[in-house]
């Protein structure tokens, strides 16, 4: 069964820079058929789908988030990574990543989630 | 503000009925498969539904999902005390061309 785990750093400065990595494992990330995504959730919110991108490097972004948010793709090593510039106190959130199925518009396999606090 | 209308809340006792609705456009329910999560305090989101009903192995048959013009509802029957948690549709929207979460929903069994 393929699964998917969330590494990060856990506390972050305001207006630094946020890395997220999420390892594919059991699976390939090569498949034409999924793709791989980033939601997160901010202490007693609902879901925010950030991005999502496909194995040859097709992407898409929430546009509100698009200028400071970059999502990418390391075939090489099973991963899939969140970039996040200029962080502030509002992309304190747990930080989900997940798989997602072409057509099927739906995330069938998540990650268990990794915190990511921004403080002064 | 969602782009997903969902209520805050519902609630039900044991082995009753609950529905929760989710209202879209038609730049995403109106033409997009509807997908439904769980979510239980401190844990990742869970699939329960996706293409507008039809449910992954293991989930139980007492949630089904439908769909209907614009909008979608999630059914849950034989309400069980270890079925509440936040419920969550999704979607895809054209328009947007991103994905699309609802607001959530809080189901309490009384």
């Known amino acids: 069964q393929l699964q998917l785990q969330e590494s990060g750093p856990g506390l972050v400065k305001t207006s630094e820079t946020l890395s997220l990595t999420c390892t594919v494992s059991?699976?390939?990330?090569?498949?034409?058929?999924?793709?791989w995504g980033w939601i997160r959730q901010p202490p007693g919110k609902g879901l925010e789908w950030i991005a999502i991108?496909?194995?040859?490097?097709?992407?898409y972004y929430s546009p509100s988030l698009r200028s400071r948010f970059t999502i990418s793709v390391d075939t090489s090593k099973n991963q899939f990574s969140l970039k996040v510039t200029s962080v502030t106190a509002a992309d304190t959130a747990a930080y989900y990543c997940?798989?997602?199925?072409?057509?099927?518009?739906?995330?069938?396999?998540w990650g268990q989630g990794t915190k990511v606090t921004v403080s002064s | 503000q969602s782009v997903l209308t969902q209520p805050p809340s519902v609630s039900a006792a044991p082995g009753q009925k609950v529905t929760i609705s989710c209202s879209g456009s038609?730049?995403?329910?109106?033409?997009?498969?509807v997908s439904w999560y769980q979510q239980f305090p401190g844990t990742a989101p869970k699939l329960l539904i996706y293409?507008?009903?039809r449910r992954p192995s293991g989930i139980p048959d007492r949630f089904s999902g439908s769909k209907s013009g614009t909008s979608a509802t999630l059914d849950i029957t034989g309400l069980q005390t270890g079925d509440e948690a936040d419920y969550y549709c999704g979607t895809w929207d054209s328009s947007l061309s991103i994905g699309v979460f609802g607001g959530g929903t809080k189901l309490t069994v009384l």
């Open positions: 059991s699976g390939s990330i090569t498949s034409r058929t999924f793709y």
């Open positions: 991108i496909y194995s040859n490097g097709g992407t």
């Open positions: 293409e507008n009903d």
């Open positions: 038609s730049s995403n329910i109106g033409n997009k498969y």
């Open positions: 997940a798989r997602g199925e072409h057509g099927v518009d739906a995330f069938d396999i």
